[in-house]
């Protein structure tokens, strides 16, 4: 009698390799469902146009000073009550744009502030780069 091999189970790579080649046909056909650009389109170029932050945007400098139009602002409270009253009420929109090198935790003690003294909303403004 012949003893008995002891049969090594193998992995199932021939099942990995599926799954692979499967998940791959699916991203490169869900990949061209996007209809391409027009061949002949071009696209604005933007690297050299002057950036300017919005005329009626709150500016925070990189060591928390406030400012609005080159008018020094104690706080963010006395930003929201120097608005004109039609710009003050329920759906108040504030922009504010930080210095680059303004830590974040000021920018967001800022953002509490002005939600707190009555704005709706706060948005950042921030300066968008394609390259």
Known sequence: ??????????????????IVFLMLIFFMISGTLARPLDPALDLVRTAD???????????????????????????????????PPDRRGPDTTIRIVPDRDLPADIMVDVARALSAAGAARVMIVTERGLE
């Open 49 to 83: 146009l002057e950036g300017r932050a919005p005329p009626d945007a709150l500016v925070i400098h990189a060591d928390g000073r406030l400012s609005h139009r080159d008018q020094d602002i104690a706080s963010a409270e006395a930003y929201i009550s120097a608005l």
């Open 1 to 18: 009698m012949r003893a008995r091999r002891i049969r090594s189970r193998s992995e199932p790579t021939i099942a990995l390799i599926n």
